[in-house]
């Protein structure tokens, strides 16, 4: 819902907090009582953040979830509950009323019924308001192949043609319309988007991890293959998530942000 591991984490206590300071001896359903809070916490966020937000063509990118690149039928499963960071991207498009009825809707399986007090809405708006949200996803973000043995070969694939310059070879794995976004937050010069086939293989070219001398880990960014690129001391230079559709890469997204990448929850993969 906020696509922010900090933002979660200030959601969740401050619906403890509300509920330390409330009687529910007499709620039947703790659980929807917690989510309706949880989400109505959400909701003000979300509205806080659009109001705030001064340059809307800002390079931002939800903060990425790392795990272990195992494909056992139990990370299989995991995965498939993940919500991918192309559609995370295309989710801060949308209303803040709009992204929770979809996420409530969708994702979580909550009824109209159910979502329609949490947005102040009546159930047939609600319902209005998240067939308007998925439509704009539908239209807007890339459908991942499912299979990550296809996409690990095709992130291979791409590796290998990065590594030795094979200019052709680079364009002829990504899709025509591919997007590239850099968010380096405080380093500005880092942050970009780049948009087509030909100039994003320019960009792998020019920024190839040999060149820089980073070492890569392949892991899994939301449920999709994606690296982890590391400086020789260690320390993390970014985090690249892909999105793979048709065979192709259709996306990449790269987090740069010093601060950010610091803060990241890397235990799933350090265990």
């Known amino acids: 819902m906020l696509g922010s591991a900090s933002e979660a984490e200030d959601a969740v206590q401050e619906a403890w907090i509300r509920l330390g300071r409330t009687d529910v001896s007499d709620v039947a359903n703790l659980r929807g009582w917690l989510t309706t809070v949880v989400s109505r916490v959400c909701l003000d966020m979300l509205r806080t953040r659009t109001s705030r937000r001064e340059d809307p063509l800002d390079v931002h990118l939800p903060d990425p979830i790392i795990t272990r690149g195992e494909w056992e039928p139990e990370s299989e499963a995991m995965r498939a509950d993940s919500v991918g960071l192309a559609l995370l991207i295309v989710l801060d498009t949308l209303e803040p009323a709009e992204r929770l009825a979809f996420v409530l809707h969708d994702v979580f399986g909550m009824t109209f019924d159910e979502i329609a007090p949490i947005v102040d809405r009546s159930p047939v708006a609600a319902r209005q308001i998240a067939s308007r949200a998925r439509r704009r996803v539908q239209s807007t973000a890339p459908s991942s192949d499912r299979d990550v043995r296809q996409q690990r070969r ?108 610091s803060r990241l929850d890397l235990s799933a993969i350090e265990r």
């Open 154 to 261: 095709v992130v291979d694939a791409f590796l290998t043609a990065q590594r030795d310059g094979n200019f052709e070879q680079l364009v002829a794995l990504l899709d025509p319309d591919i997007v590239l976004r850099a968010d380096g937050g405080a380093l500005a010069a880092a942050s970009r988007v780049v948009r087509g086939a030909t100039a994003v293989a320019g960009q792998a070219e020019a920024f190839s991890f040999s060149k820089l001398g980073l070492s890569i880990e392949i892991v899994l960014v939301n449920g999709n293959v994606g690296l982890l690129a590391r400086r020789p001391d260690g320390r993390l230079f970014s985090v690249i998530g892909f999105t793979i559709a048709n065979g192709k890469i259709a996306e990449m997204n790269i987090l740069a942000d010093p601060d950010r990448l």
